[in-house]
């Protein structure tokens, strides 16, 4: 069956550096991922989806790239800030969003 | 900028009781979404609804489950003998398109939650 891993320890860093979190998946080749934040106790908000025939994709600070042959995407956050402290998720299509257990970024200043 | 809504943010019950839970998707929106989340776990997915029935349901999505869209704005998601074990945050979520289509603008936009706490 498909499997969505991400990194479940907290990743800590200091304000200003880059933020990388990994996904990787298993038995599955999706035509697209997409990465959510989620606060505590809210409900996740889409961040960005990118497709299978994009290596990369940005969006402000944000940055992801999808490698589909390590069956893998990295999200970066450049020059985070408290403010980015969050859980990421990733999420694939089959036929529905189905989640990783998310990654959780603390940014301190 | 349009929103999911949901309501009540937070419901106390008893195990055993009947619990229904509600959400107004996104109007022009067409796929209809439940997801819980059970403190510190993933976010699993529970149902997806599009044209006014279930298309799609997880192994958690049993016979104590039932969602229904009564009118043309509300979603709601019924537990009918509800279990300690089902407390948990309960996201709504709605798409544009979804199901075979999923692809560009298929990003789910979700509520702020409802807590069920069993007790």
């Known amino acids: 069956s498909q499997k969505i891993e991400q990194n479940s320890e907290a990743l800590n860093i200091q304000e200003g550096k880059t933020a990388t979190l990994t996904c990787n998946y298993t038995n599955y080749s999706p035509a697209y991922l997409q990465w959510y934040r989620q606060d505590p106790g809210r409900g996740p908000v889409f961040l960005l989806l990118i497709r299978e025939n994009e290596k990369e994709k940005r969006k402000e600070r944000l940055k992801v790239t999808f490698d589909t042959t390590l069956k893998q995407s990295l999200f970066h956050i450049t020059a985070s800030q408290p403010a980015d402290s969050a859980t990421y998720l990733c999420a694939l299509p089959f036929q529905k969003l189905v989640f990783g257990t998310g990654t959780r970024l603390l940014v301190s200043p | 900028e349009p929103e999911v809504t949901q309501t009540p943010s937070h419901q106390v019950t008893q195990m055993g009781q009947e619990v229904i839970l509600r959400c107004v998707p996104i109007?022009?929106?067409?796929?209809f979404y439940w997801y819980r989340q059970i403190l510190g776990q993933k976010v699993e997915f529970l149902v997806s609804f599009y044209n006014n029935e279930i298309s799609e349901k997880s192994e958690i999505f049993d016979d104590q489950f039932s969602v229904e869209r009564p009118d043309g704005s509300n979603f709601t998601l019924k537990i009918r003998s509800t279990k300690l074990e089902d407390s948990a945050m309960y996201f709504c979520?709605?798409?544009?398109?979804?199901?075979?289509?999923?692809?560009?603008?298929?990003?789910?936009?979700f509520g702020q939650g409802t807590r069920l706490t069993v007790v």
């Open positions: 979520a709605s798409s544009r398109i979804g199901g075979s289509q999923w692809g560009a603008n298929t990003e789910a936009f």
């Open positions: 109007s022009n929106h067409l796929y």
